[in-house]
Antibody, heavy 122, light 108 residues
Framework: QVHLVESGGGVVQPGRSLRLSCVVS????????MHWVRQAPGKGLEWVAG????????YYADPVKGRFTISRDTSKNTLFLQLNSLGAEDTAVYYC???????????????WGQGTLVTVSS | DIQMTQSPSTLSASVGDRVTITCRAS??????LAWYQQKPGKAPKLLIY???TLESGVPSRFSGSVSGTEFALTITSLQPDDFATYYC??????????FGQGTKVEIK
């Protein structure tokens, strides 16, 4: 079975940094594009960042460009999201997500983690 | 970036009703669009992808269509389990992805 398990969330002060991790299992990690999607309390889904299956290309939503960095470590079956210069607007549940089709540059998401909550507050 | 305008934001309906939710893309995305269902406290679930392909295991009362840059999700006979929030998402290659604002389907 496919599993995606996020960790690293918590309460952080404005302006500080945090690193989220997502350990995956049940599929060949190096064959799939991966993404981070967040959801602020009571709000809709917001795509945050994506990385190609081979790590060559990375894309970011405008609100996080220049502050967040997505990366992957195939040897550890782990996806990362480095969050810098955090603000209150970044408070959300952050989901790790897997694309449906292998070796594709884009495609729908068919598996999601359970999410990890990031709260930015002084 | 490509913007997705989803409507309505809330929809009140009864069991057995036919409901339609629409999403309009700000530019051409071909058929690179998915629909998801989300229930409170849960991760989203993929329903439709490539605008009209039903995900395995999803009931056939769900369907998707496209006309130009306007996409629609239709539920032909609403069931009690269908009361949830629905999102469209475009996944055009080599550019940031975006979700629609969401449509909450409520019991009338």
């Amino acid at each position: 079975q496919v599993h995606l398990v996020e960790s690293g969330g918590g309460v952080v002060q404005p302006g500080r940094s945090l690193r989220l991790s997502c350990v995956v299992s049940g599929f060949t990690f190096s064959n799939y594009g991966m993404h981070w999607v967040r959801q602020a309390p009571g709000k809709g889904l917001e795509w945050v960042a994506g990385i190609f299956y081979d790590g060559r290309n990375k894309y970011y939503a405008d609100p996080v460009k220049g502050r967040f960095t997505i990366s992957r470590d195939t040897s550890k079956n782990t996806l990362f999201l480095q969050l810098n210069s955090l603000g209150a607007e970044d408070t959300a549940v952050y989901y790790c997500a897997k694309q449906k089709l292998p070796l594709a540059t884009a495609g729908p998401i068919n598996y999601w983690g359970q999410g990890t909550l990031v709260t930015v507050s002084s | 970036d490509i913007q997705m305008t989803q409507s309505p934001s809330t929809l009140s309906a009864s069991v057995g009703d036919r409901v339609t939710i629409t999403c309009r893309a700000s530019q051409s995305i071909s058929s690179w669009l998915a629909w998801y269902q989300q229930k409170p406290g849960k991760a989203p679930k993929l329903l439709i992808y490539d605008a009209s392909t039903l995900e395995s295991g999803v009931p056939s009362r769900f369907s998707g269509s496209v006309s130009g840059t306007e996409f629609a999700l239709t539920i032909t006979s609403l069931q009690p389990d269908d009361f949830a929030t629905y999102y469209c998402q475009q996944y055009n290659s080599y550019s940031p992805w975006t979700f629609g604002q969401g449509t909450k389907v409520e019991i009338k």
